[in-house]
């Protein structure tokens, strides 16, 4: 089973509406409200896959519950730990042109909450085989928990798979996965060229991280201690976006199954890209093997 950590959970209520002026009358064709977040996205993707996993995360008010009911509406299994403020809310009206989003505030994040999430965490994975940890999206927390996260997976030989916004929060931690852009691993590094890339890498790997992933636009690069590998679509040319948490989110799916390197690149990097032709929470499996068929994996 895959833990997935979602620290900034949310309410969405979506709307769509052909035409939407503030202050005045507006029709409302259809709605959605559902819960969201990084961690329960890819626990509610891998769910579609035939996964099992669980969610750790941060449980509000009366949001909270709610967020716990869609959880279990999803067949995904739960651990919290219990804020005294309420989860976000969004409210996302799509007139077909563009989006209007009103947010309300993140809940407070105190020094006690921040001592129960680090033990809750140290309870929440014994037993399993992989952790997912994304994009840490509250001010309050990404200081030092990314690093204090990795560091209980690794002295507990739970692997780690994470994406997180740059390289230095990650410190001198060693996930087992560290899935980064080109952009945000270059730093003062000149990266010109995907050839360039494993130079880079090497120092990660040198520091112990298990394998570093590097996305562009025009190929990812795999990294391990022994090989590098260029990780690009043939056939495919019409996708605008890829989704760095979905490919974590395949990588996880693929490790607890025991799949070999090249299979799980091809499941993360299909992953990765399947929104481009179908909701994420609407997808099947047989979806992404036809994705991953068109996922070419070579040696550099």
């Known amino acids: 089973m895959i833990l997935f950590c979602d620290f900034n959970p949310k309410l969405i209520r979506k709307y769509k509406s052909k035409i939407f002026n503030v202050g005045e009358e507006n029709l409302i064709d259809a709605s959605r409200v559902y819960a969201s977040g990084y961690g329960i996205d890819m626990a509610v993707f891998a769910n579609r896959l035939f996964q099992d996993s669980k969610v750790f995360y941060l449980k509000g008010t009366n949001i909270g519950k709610f967020i716990e009911s869609d959880l279990r509406n999803h067949y995904i299994e739960s651990t919290s730990i219990s804020l005294k403020d309420d989860n976000i809310e969004n409210i996302?009206?799509?007139?077909?042109?563009?989006?209007?989003?009103?947010?309300?505030?993140?809940?407070?994040?105190?020094?006690?909450?921040?001592?129960?999430?680090?033990?809750?965490?140290?309870?929440?994975?014994?037993?399993?085989?992989?952790?997912?940890?994304?994009?840490?999206?509250?001010?309050?927390?990404?200081?030092?928990?990314?690093?204090?996260?990795?560091?209980?997976?690794?002295?507990?030989?739970?692997?780690?798979?994470?994406?997180?916004?740059?390289?230095?929060?990650?410190?001198?931690?060693?996930?087992?996965?560290?899935?980064?852009?080109?952009?945000?691993?270059?730093?003062?590094?000149?990266?010109?060229?995907?050839g360039d890339v494993p130079e880079v890498t090497k120092k990660l790997i040198d520091k112990g991280v298990g394998i570093v992933v590097v996305n562009s636009q025009r190929a990812t690069v795999v990294s391990t201690k022994d090989k590098n590998y260029k990780v690009y679509f043939d056939k495919i040319s019409d996708f605008k976006t890829y989704n760095k948490n979905l490919i974590l989110a395949g990588f996880a799916i693929g490790i607890d199954r025991d799949y070999d390197l090249e299979t799980t690149i091809k499941l993360a990097i299909a992953s990765s890209i399947c929104e481009n032709y179908m909701k994420f929470s609407e997808v099947e499996m047989s979806e992404i093997k036809k994705l991953m068929n068109s996922v070419k994996v070579e040696e550099m």
Do not use: W
């Open 92 to 194: 996302i009206i799509d007139n077909g042109e563009g989006k209007t989003i009103f947010k309300s505030k993140s809940p407070r994040i105190t020094m006690e909450d921040k001592k129960d999430i680090i033990n809750a965490f140290a309870e929440a994975i014994r037993g399993k085989k992989i952790v997912g940890l994304s994009i840490i999206d509250h001010d309050s927390l990404k200081d030092d928990l990314y690093e204090a996260l990795i560091n209980i997976c690794y002295k507990e030989n739970v692997k780690i798979v994470v994406n997180p916004e740059n390289v230095g929060q990650i410190k001198d931690s060693k996930p087992y996965v560290l899935i980064m852009d080109k952009k945000d691993l270059t730093g003062e590094e000149n990266i010109t060229h995907t």
